[in-house]
């Protein structure tokens, strides 16, 4: 792994993101109400139940972070076992376990809302976790692994899981049932179009610019070039969503409401859970930082997609999905400054005590 350092500091950009997401959000939720030709748009363009605008603003999204992945320390992070078999129990036995619970617990009245709440619980992050690690200053080559390792997983566990966490596990508790037949085409394509894509076009542009005019001028010159795009198509990806399911929120605020409290729970108790986890492991706060963040969020994408493509565009559980990146979006944005308000008090350095002014200043770490 390299060893250079890393700042810490958001650059300017960054630090007013949770005002432009919701400046985002709030764009959306207009064009849903006075513009709702947008969200005919963005329903007639869509790949089997993938809308493709939403696609594009991922891939645009994701590109740059995975462009700056060095994939030749990629390799190192498989040998770690502490952080593989951590995070997979954490994304694969903790995370869908906790959200059954919290789904029971806050909403054992409202069973579609309830398998909503589930079916996100079981769909873990394969997007946007890459932009929140990146501004934490989390790991980025063990970001990458993980996230590729759960994308696997991704495709061959997710139906059964939804047949255990929905069927048989509330049949052994004494709690209602709910039948669901999982479309593996929607969960493979989910993988393979919003990580299968910018992970090759990330690996070959460092591939290719690396051999050709090689890493200096990768990292200083092209990387500087293609980051602003990170941001940008993450703001266009949020209008997009809440422009094509905007409508649903605005109808149902009271629902809106009972949903995204266990969710703000399951966020928050993931992520310390998680640090803790990590700290006790004695992992650095990098690799702790990527694990927390990759076991909290959630592939809201693919758990949209799968409760439309099974319930329908106006069910409970699509509603459920839908309040998802709602609520993850600034819930993880806020998780953010907490890794780093954490950093320098769970695993101090040197480079953190007190040290007399310095006529230069540390550059600001930004996103773009």
């Given amino acids: ?47 089997g139940s993938i809308s493709v605008p939403i696609a594009v603003g991922l891939l645009v999204m994701m590109y740059p972070v ?11 992070v498989a040998s770690d076992k502490r952080l593989l078999v951590t995070s997979l129990v954490l994304n694969w036995l903790v995370g869908p376990a906790l959200m059954f619970a919290l789904a029971w617990i806050f909403l054992p009245d409202l069973p579609e809302y309830r398998t909503g709440l589930i079916i996100v619980g079981l769909a873990r992050c394969i997007a946007m976790v890459l932009i929140w690690n990146d501004l934490a200053c989390g790991d980025r080559e063990a970001a990458a692994f993980l996230v590729a390792v759960n994308s696997v997983f991704q495709v061959v566990a997710f139906g059964a899981l939804g047949w255990f966490y929905l069927q048989v596990l509330p049949g052994w508790l004494g709690l209602a049932t709910t039948s669901a ?12 179009v919003f990580l299968g894509i910018p992970l090759l076009a990330g690996y070959l542009s ?9 890493r200096d001028w990768y990292e ?8 602003p795009f ?12 809440f422009a094509l399911q905007g409508n649903q929120v605005i109808a149902n605020p009271g629902d809106v409401a009972r949903i995204a409290l266990p969710m703000l729970v399951y966020f928050l108790l993931m992520f310390l859970v998680s640090f803790v986890a990590g700290r006790a492991l004695r992992m650095t706060y990098e690799r702790t930082t990527t694990l927390a963040f990759t076991a909290a969020g959630n592939n809201f994408e693919l758990a949209i997609a799968v409760a439309i493509g099974t319930f329908g565009a106006l069910s409970g559980q699509a509603l459920a999905g839908i309040v998802g990146p709602l609520i993850e979006v600034p819930a993880l944005v806020a998780l953010v400054y907490v890794a780093l308000w954490l950093k320098p008090r769970m695993f101090p350095t040197k480079a953190d005590a007190p040290a007399a002014p310095a006529a230069s200043v540390t550059p600001d770490r930004t996103l773009v």
């Fill in 206 to 214: 460092r591939r290719i610019g690396e051999a050709r005019r090689g």
């Fill in 181 to 192: 037949q999982f479309s593996i085409w929607a969960i493979t394509a989910s993988v393979l």
């Fill in 1 to 47: 792994m390299s060893t250079a350092p890393r700042p810490t500091r958001l650059g300017t950009t960054d630090r007013f993101l949770p005002i432009w997401i919701l400046l985002a959000m709030g764009l959306g939720l207009l064009l849903a109400m006075y513009v709702p030709a947008v969200g005919d748009v963005l329903h007639a363009f869509t790949i």
């Fill in 66 to 76: 995975l462009a700056k992945v060095r994939y030749t320390d990629a390799r190192a």
């Fill in 230 to 241: 990170a941001l940008w198509g993450l703001l266009f990806t949020i209008v997009m969503l």
């Fill in 220 to 227: 200083a010159k092209f990387l500087p070039k293609v980051g």
